[in-house]
């Protein structure tokens, strides 16, 4: 089975513009989570999706936003980019919403703000 | 804040066993206790995961005494290609993942 896959997997943008990741789960997996990691520090939550619902929302401003799809894979946007976004974005699938449920990572998209 | 605390850095030689301790002594009655590999500009890589007692898989094992207020993961005649990021974090399904900066291990030759 494929493990979870993201695109793109490097991005190069400007300030001021805007940016959408996408992320495909897990098959099976219906629950999605999106992470910020910016180097030298451990990935932080941004948003948790399951069965296309918010259910979890990290402490990020209103420029960032993201959903789930009917097949549960899942897009998130950027607004506005600032330098700051610069970072490893990490998308995490997992079974279900239940304790033990293991989440797994993608790769992840390199997103580079000059 | 991240939920627990862990050495941040330790240094090993192939061949030899490397214990990482955690400690977490707000553990909740539902959580459970995980742990992920990272090298750099990767994603996580699930290690392992328990709630109490013993947990063994192909690559490590994980060591949670009664009072569950610490684990111990460890990694059997660890190789270079062993020189990653190791975290440390409880998860019950309904919260998110809390990462703190983790346990660099680095092993040489």
């Known amino acids: 089975d494929a493990g979870v896959t993201q695109s793109p997997t490097h991005l190069i943008k400007t300030r001021g513009q805007h940016v959408t990741l996408r992320c495909s789960p897990i098959?099976?997996?219906?629950?999605v989570s999106w992470y910020q990691q910016v180097l030298g520090q451990g990935p932080q939550f941004i948003f948790q999706y399951y069965e296309k619902e918010e259910r979890g929302r990290g402490n990020f401003p209103d420029r960032f936003s993201a959903r789930q799809f009917p097949n549960y894979s899942s897009e998130l946007n950027v607004n506005a980019l600032l330098l700051g976004d610069s970072a490893l974005y990490l998308c995490a699938s997992s079974l279900e919403r239940q304790g033990g449920d293991t989440q797994y990572f993608g790769p992840g998209t390199r997103l580079t703000v000059l | 804040l991240a939920k627990t605390t862990q050495p941040i850095s330790m240094d090993s030689y192939e061949g030899q066993e490397v214990n990482i301790t955690c400690s977490h002594n707000n553990i909740a009655t539902n959580d459970y206790i995980t742990w992920y590999q990272q090298f750099p500009s990767q994603g996580p890589r699930f290690i392992i995961q328990g709630y109490k007692t013993k947990v063994t898989n192909e690559v490590a094992s994980l060591f949670i005494p009664a009072d569950r207020k610490s684990s111990t993961l460890s990694l059997p005649r660890v190789s270079l290609s062993d020189t990653a990021v190791y975290y440390c974090?409880?998860?019950?399904?309904?919260?998110?993942?809390?990462f703190g900066k983790g346990t660099m291990l680095l092993v040489s030759p």
């Open positions: 098959s099976g997996h219906k629950s």
């Open positions: 974090l409880l998860f019950s399904g309904y919260s998110t993942l809390t």
